[in-house]
């Protein structure tokens, strides 16, 4: 074997010589990628521009934004650094209803940089010397132009993925990268999640650019990342892929728990790392002195795993949205702790920073605010109202996209009526998917049969709806919406999105008032009577219809130092105003007015009224909480009858009303109960015989254990299907003011003893006065006196739904859809100029 080895190797050597082969060449670098540029939001407006377009005024080399409004104003939004747009700003007013087109180039060489020229009819209005807020000169120039503007790239834009269906306004050009490339702005008309403009930009191809899509990231890293070398953010979190890879520019630090990918194969990426290819978010936190750093820690982990949680798909096939936080080392001291959460994000939150994230303040108490589709707000240290207020940042609101808001179908966090539990635990809460989306709740008729399972509903049947839940058997369950202890077979009517409040629908204000406003029909036609802030005079006016009032009527010698008592009857109303030397009563109509007239048989006492038959029944609260009844009558003169003391007491005024039905009076009274109650509430069935009054059976509303409160003249009223509805205020606060609330009689038993009781509006509606409503041929109306505060404090307020029975529809919706297709980068849309 070894000879034959050097046998073959001296052949070999002996050989005659073999030419070498070629060099083989290095293989040629692969062409740029070519593909069609995806579109991203540049930039938002008001569906009022009429003009649009785009061009270098400020000499940084990058296209700035220009449009014409329909009040004739020039707006700007500057490029930074061809990142993103900074926010409008008006820099000229006044400009000319002819104006046809607005064309950004050099039409003064003598000038240097690029000029605006709006072209009119017979000429151009040339704005030139830009100094960031305005233009220093204005000359004219005759026609044509000798710039117009460029053709714009023949390729398709992808609209608003939030709307896909927006149209086109218009399309126009501009260099907004600076690599001279002629890039592609175009203008949609979007309906969601308001009426504007949305403005998509495409970085035009540039194959003599390693980074055509100017994101930060060479074309060979896209490659290597599977991120898109045409999309300059991929996963449409408004983050430059760049910066997820390679971290933020004007050297921004996000701190220790925040990392970045770098460039690396495709694969998975940890929660505390950005990512190109899953949608981020970053949020830097402020703690106020007091807050637990180290128990905040738990709290944002619940938060990060909600958000997480959301059903929104990635480009890297993961689900959710990943939060990431900054916490600032230094907390904010006592002594600044007075400033409100805006103050303080102006103050602690760089505004070279914004556009790049988030801020938010965490206070060690409750409750929070923040703006929405903004990057600031504040909240307490605790994970569901901080999730719940950075929704809001990321563009939620607490109704969804409906205009109603508490919708029971809405199972959501950002619902306050789910805001701290969902089915009864609190660790149940969550976003909402939109899973029930697909039924519209109309309160007006309501089917009491739902197409969806028993168990996926099942929320429903604890605080704060409570509603009478069953399986049908057939995949859908049976809900008792009107809480009459039945399930219907046909539509229902009722007021359903009553889990965090009620309302009487939207508020109209009329002006400031001195006491407590009311309500009453005559003749068909609601009259509204107020007390003018001086007390020197009383006004009345009356309904036109359409959320709309007559002038008002002032009432002579009407001077009253407490809240007046009005009544309506079928011809005349009666209006007592209590003079310091008694009361007085004036007889009115719709175009009539009468008195005021002295009534000496009435004591000095407050009292409630209500017409019963045709006589107006009176009872008084004396000091030591008992009552009387009187009958009022106004023949040829006012009459009163002797007084009748009832065993009923009352702390409170009393309010009633004659019950449609059977025609017993419904007295409204409040007192201590046996169970510690205070100021509760209660109702005395009375039976009308003569002059007498019977007073049969009082029952506590909700119960006796229930401490329903009532502390000022409560009003009684009835639906017209003769439901009782109560309005009634609870416990003053420390600077005397009350929320208000309505209760109602139902049918369910097993509900607070066949009671219910809302909340009016919300917990910063408040009023040191009772409140008023009225029902009748005009529909169901209330009042109430504003006093919490603001430009507006002690003007009274007006709403035509009363009893709360929506005329706007309502609906569940997908919160992550909207956080992911939208809200993620219209929060940080904008971005400041250093």
């Not at 406003?517 to 007390?531: D, I, K, M, T, W």
Request: with cysteine; glycine share 10%; hydrophobic share 35%.
């Amino acid at each position: 074997m070894v000879a034959t080895c050097v046998v073959l190797l001296a052949l070999l050597l002996f050989q005659d010589p073999v030419p070498a082969p070629a060099p083989t060449p290095a293989p040629a670098p692969p062409p740029p990628p070519v593909g069609v540029p995806a579109a991203s939001d540049w930039a938002s407006c008001g569906s009022d521009c009429l003009l649009f377009s785009a061009g270098d005024v400020d000499g940084d080399g990058f296209a700035d934004l220009f449009t014409i409004n329909a009040s004739r104003d020039l707006w700007i939004a500057e490029s930074v650094n061809g990142w993103k747009s900074a926010g409008w700003h008006v820099i000229a007013s006044g400009i000319p209803d002819d104006v046809s087109s607005i064309v950004v180039a050099d039409h003064r060489p003598e000038v240097p940089g690029n000029e605006l020229a709006l072209v009119r009819p017979s000429q151009a209005d040339v704005y030139a010397r830009f100094d960031g807020s305005k233009f220093a000169e204005i000359t004219q120039v005759p026609l044509p132009l000798a710039a117009t503007p460029p053709a714009l790239p023949d390729f398709p834009t992808e609209p608003p993925p939030y709307e896909p269906a927006s149209p086109v306004v218009t399309r126009f050009g501009g260099d907004l990268n600076g690599d001279g490339v002629l890039d592609v702005l175009t203008v949609f008309r979007c309906a969601l999640p308001h009426a504007h403009y949305v403005i998509r930009s495409q970085l035009g191809p540039n194959p003599a650019s390693q980074d055509q899509d100017a994101d930060g990231l060479v074309d060979a890293d896209e490659l290597t990342l599977q991120t898109d070398p045409f999309d300059r953010d991929t996963d449409d979190d408004g983050l430059l892929d760049g910066w997820e890879v390679h971290g933020l520019p004007r050297g921004i630090q996000l701190g220790p728990r925040v990392k970045f990918c770098g460039v690396a194969p495709a694969g998975p990426i940890a929660d505390d790392t950005l990512s190109p290819r899953r949608q981020d978010v970053l949020c830097t936190l402020s703690y106020y002195d007091g807050v637990d750093a180290k128990a905040m820690d738990g709290e944002l982990a619940r938060v990060q795993q909600l958000y997480r949680a959301l059903a929104t798909t990635n480009p890297d096939g993961t689900k959710g949205i990943a939060v990431h936080f900054r916490i600032e080392p230094d907390f904010i001291p006592k002594e600044k702790q007075n400033l409100g959460w805006p103050e303080q994000g102006n103050e602690r939150f760089p505004a070279r920073e914004r556009g790049f994230m988030h801020w938010m303040q965490v206070t060690p108490w409750g409750g929070g605010q923040a703006q929405q589709t903004g990057d600031m707000g504040g909240c307490g240290n605790g994970w569901a109202v901080f999730a719940h207020e950075f929704g809001h940042q990321l563009s939620l609101s607490h109704e969804g996209d409906s205009e109603a808001a508490w919708c029971p179908l809405y199972p959501s966090l950002m619902n306050y009526a789910f805001s701290y539990s969902l089915g009864g635990d609190g660790n149940a809460i969550r976003f909402s998917d939109g899973r029930f989306r697909s039924i519209v709740l109309d309160e007006k008729q309501l089917s009491e049969r739902l197409p969806f399972p028993y168990a996926d509903l099942k929320y429903l049947e604890t605080h704060p709806f409570r509603f009478t839940l069953e399986d049908d058997g057939a995949g859908g369950t049976r809900i008792d919406w009107n809480q009459n202890g039945r399930f219907d077979e046909g539509a229902v009517a009722a007021d359903v999105n009553y889990g965090g409040s009620t309302n009487a629908g939207i508020r109209r204000d009329h002006e400031a008032i001195g006491l407590g406003p009311s309500l009453a029909y005559v003749n068909g036609v609601c009259h509204f009577v107020c007390v003018d802030p001086t007390r020197d005079h009383t006004w009345i006016k009356t309904y036109q219809g359409n959320e709309t009032w007559s002038e008002k009527r002032v009432v002579p010698n009407s001077a009253t130092e407490s809240d007046p008592v009005v009544v309506g009857g079928k011809d005349w109303g009666f209006l007592f105003h209590r003079h310091l030397y008694g009361w007085r009563v004036t007889r009115f109509a719709a175009d009539k007015l009468e008195g005021p007239i002295e009534v000496p048989d009435l004591p000095r006492r407050e009292f409630g009224a209500a017409v019963v038959g045709d006589r107006v029944l009176i009872v008084a609260r004396a000091d030591d909480d008992t009552l009387e009844a009187r009958w009022f009558t106004w023949g040829d003169k006012p009459a009163v009858s002797a007084a009748q003391k009832l065993e009923t007491r009352s702390l409170v005024t009393p309010g009633l009303a004659q019950d449609p039905k059977d025609g017993s009076v419904k007295l409204v009274t409040s007192m201590h109960n046996s169970r510690g109650g205070i100021f509760a509430m209660r109702v005395t069935s009375c039976v009308v015989n003569g002059d007498k009054l019977w007073e049969k059976e009082t029952v506590w509303t909700r119960g006796e254990g229930s401490g329903n409160g009532c502390c000022s003249r409560p009003v009684v009223a009835f639906t017209d299907a003769g439901q009782l509805t109560i309005f009634h205020t609870g416990g003053p606060d420390a600077a005397g003011q009350m929320i208000a609330y309505r209760t109602q009689k139902v049918e369910n038993a097993k509900l607070d003893e066949g009671w219910l009781t809302c909340m009016m509006y919300d917990i910063w509606t408040r009023t040191r006065v009772p409140v008023a409503f009225a029902n009748g041929p005009q529909g169901a109306i209330y009042a109430y006196r504003w006093d919490s505060g603001g430009p507006h404090v002690n003007w009274v307020q007006t709403a035509h739904d009363g009893f709360g029975i929506e005329s706007r529809p309502m609906r569940d919706f997908d919160d992550g859809a909207k956080i992911s297709l939208w809200g993620i980068r219209h929060s940080i849309l904008w971005m400041r100029k250093e």
